[in-house]
């Protein structure tokens, strides 16, 4: 094999290895749940600035983040996948049991970097996308409300 495709298949490698790093370190794994500084409602400004949290050059409209062990998230992909998503051509896997969670909501009238949100914490079932063996990504099947800007939070 030449140097050059076993760098390609490395190369590969990495990637598919990002992307699951990104879900668990970075994007949506927070467990315990972390507490953030100064008032309770908070926690989704902070987190999203901690986490570093893609913008792309407007506020993320929605984001969640799972309280869960990294073990029973990872165990999700064990579920037999079922179709997922407008086109019903994804598949998902979706945890047979509710799991605590907190969805962030972007308030209308902010730009990065003074991104403001609402948070709303819970416990739904989740659904996520894998590929070998591993959560690349988070399905949220949430509908945004109308969060207008607000000194209130």
Known sequence: MSYAVM???????LIKFSYAQTFWTLLHIDYPKSDAP???NQYCNVMIGWRKVPMFGACKPVHTFIHENTTSIANLCS????????SQVQ????SPSPINVTDCFAKSGFRPPTCQYLENSESRKIQVICKDGQPIFLKNKLILPQ????TQT
Request: glycine share 8%; proline share 12%; hydrophobic share 35%.
């Open 79 to 86: 579920i037999p996948p079922k179709p997922c998503g407008k």
């Open 38 to 40: 100064g008032s309770s």
């Open 147 to 150: 969060v207008e800007n607000s």
């Open 91 to 94: 598949l998902c896997h979706e």
């Open 7 to 13: 760098f390609l298949l490395l190369l590969l490698d």
